[in-house]
């Protein structure tokens, strides 16, 4: 059974600050999504993933996966506020038309 | 024109009721998705449909009954409606092996 784990959970941090968010998961896959949710909106797709040591970055977030470690970080840099969301990562499940999903991460950023 | 869009938008109903949320997507995907969220943001899936045709279902009670007259759109008819029922159903759609879109939720509420 593939299983996704996000940590931490909760992130409360200062603007300014750098910190990485992490998606570990249980067996292989070779597709890996991070979502964002803002309070009370939808998902919104931020990066996919496709293959061992892709890297995409938009703005001042960077997403990386590595199929060999199961792990794929999503890095913030220099926070500003308006980064606060829910950040979800999300697993391909082989032979499915299913994603596996994490748990969600709740990024607050002070001011 | 939004790329999937779901009605209600919000729906407050008493415990017993039968309710209807609907999707539609103009996209153009083959596979479309009912997800539950929770209270506490956890993404749950529920249904899936490729090419109108039932491909996922996973434990849900059986009040719970999707129906998909074409590819565009995904319906989710909910009988004898519970407290526990309460959350935010997201429509989704995507083609396999690509990001989901997800439509802007039904905010389900039972009293």
């Known amino acids: 059974e593939l299983k996704v784990e996000q940590n931490p959970l909760f992130l409360s941090m200062q603007e300014g600050k750098n910190y990485t968010i992490y998606c570990n998961y249980s067996?292989?896959?070779?597709?890996l999504y991070w979502y964002r949710q803002d309070p009370g909106k939808s998902l919104e797709s931020l990066f996919v993933?496709?293959?061992n040591g892709a890297v995409k970055q938009e703005g001042r977030l960077m997403a990386s996966l590595d199929t060999k470690a199961r792990l794929s970080t999503l890095h913030i840099t220099a926070a500003v506020h308006d980064l606060s969301a829910t950040y979800f990562c999300?697993?391909?499940?082989?032979?499915?038309?299913?994603?596996?999903w994490g748990a969600g991460t709740k990024l607050i950023i002070k001011p | 024109d939004t790329a999937v869009s779901q009605t209600p938008k919000y729906l407050v109903t008493q415990m017993g009721n039968d309710k209807s949320i609907k999707c539609e997507q103009n996209?153009?995907?083959?596979?479309m998705y009912w997800y539950k969220q929770d209270s506490k943001k956890f993404l749950k899936i529920m249904f899936s449909?490729?090419?109108?045709?039932?491909?996922i279902n996973e434990t849900v009670p059986n009040r719970f009954s999707p129906k998909s007259p074409d590819k565009a759109h995904l319906n989710l008819h909910i009988n004898s409606l519970e407290l526990g029922d309460s959350a935010v159903y997201f429509c989704?759609?995507?083609?396999?092996?690509?990001?989901?879109?997800f439509g802007p939720g039904t905010r389900l509420t039972v009293t």
């Open positions: 067996t292989t896959s070779d597709r």
């Open positions: 989704a759609t995507g083609d396999r092996k690509d990001e989901q879109y």
């Open positions: 999300a697993v391909d499940m082989p032979g499915n038309y299913q994603l596996i």
């Open positions: 449909y490729n090419n109108k045709e039932l491909i």
């Open positions: 996209l153009g995907h083959d596979t």
């Open positions: 993933l496709l293959s």
